[in-house]
């Protein structure tokens, strides 16, 4: 996570005016109004993905999931966090240290069945529910998650 970044004002979710000034103003230019900052920025999108990686570490049901991935998931769970603050509207950092990575590229090296796709979604799905109860925004993130998810199963 990099050390400084903008921090979600109530003036993001606040109902946009057509005559924005002053403090308002400044607010959202200090903020930009994206799925990341409106979601609760970095402490949200970190706990969603630490959530992500315990349950895949911890459930039978993501066995599969588990044993694609290296023993230690340290370096997943801020390659998680970073690309998708990117992803979502957030800073890029993850972009700007991996120039030219991608989704295709991340994955080629393995084979992705309907079943570990499922897995996928379904731990994903519940790291949200679980580290962001209420929140909509993240519960609408997780179902496009899912969507991605589940078409790179083959
Ligand atoms: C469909 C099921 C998926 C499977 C089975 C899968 C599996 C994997 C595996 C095994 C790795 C490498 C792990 C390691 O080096 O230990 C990886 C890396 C990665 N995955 Fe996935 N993945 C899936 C879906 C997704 C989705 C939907 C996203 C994001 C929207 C995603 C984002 C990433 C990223 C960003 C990396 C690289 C992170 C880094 O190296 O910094 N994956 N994935």
Same mark, same amino acid.
């Given at each position: 996570?990099?050390?400084?970044?903008?921090?979600?004002?109530?003036?993001?979710?606040?109902?946009?005016?057509?005559?924005?000034?002053?403090?308002?103003?400044?607010?959202?230019?200090?903020?930009? /109004?994206?799925?990341?900052?409106?979601?609760?920025?970095?402490?949200?999108?970190?706990?969603?993905?630490?959530?992500?990686?315990?349950?895949?570490?911890?459930?039978?049901?993501?066995?599969? =999931?588990?044993?694609?991935?290296?023993?230690?998931?340290?370096? @997943?769970?801020?390659? =998680?966090?970073?690309?998708? +603050?990117?992803?979502?509207?957030?800073?890029?950092?993850?972009?700007?240290?991996?120039?030219?990575?991608?989704? @295709?590229?991340?994955? %080629?090296?393995?084979?992705? /069945? %309907?079943?570990?796709?499922?897995?996928?979604?379904? +731990?994903? %799905?519940? +790291?949200?529910?679980? +580290?962001?109860?209420? /929140?909509? =925004?993240? %519960?609408?993130?997780?179902?496009? =998650?899912?969507?991605?998810?589940?078409?790179?199963?083959?």
């Amino acid at each position: 996570m990099p050390e400084s970044y903008p921090v979600a004002t109530t003036a993001d979710t606040a109902p946009q005016t057509t005559t924005a000034s002053g403090e308002a103003a400044q607010a959202e230019q200090a903020t930009p /109004n994206t799925p990341f900052y409106r979601l609760g920025g970095y402490p949200v999108m970190q706990a969603i993905v630490d959530r992500f990686y315990d349950l895949m570490d911890s459930e039978p049901a993501f066995a599969e =999931l588990r044993a694609m991935h290296a023993p230690d998931l340290g370096k @997943m769970r801020e390659g =998680l966090t970073g690309f998708l +603050a990117g992803w979502a509207g957030g800073p890029r950092d993850w972009f700007e240290a991996n120039p030219g990575r991608c989704m @295709m590229s991340v994955h %080629k090296p393995f084979t992705i /069945n %309907k079943a570990v796709a499922g897995q996928w979604a379904d +731990a994903m %799905k519940q +790291a949200i529910a679980d +580290a962001a109860p209420g /929140n909509d =925004l993240a %519960k609408t993130m997780g179902s496009v =998650l899912e969507e991605m998810a589940l078409g790179m199963g083959r």
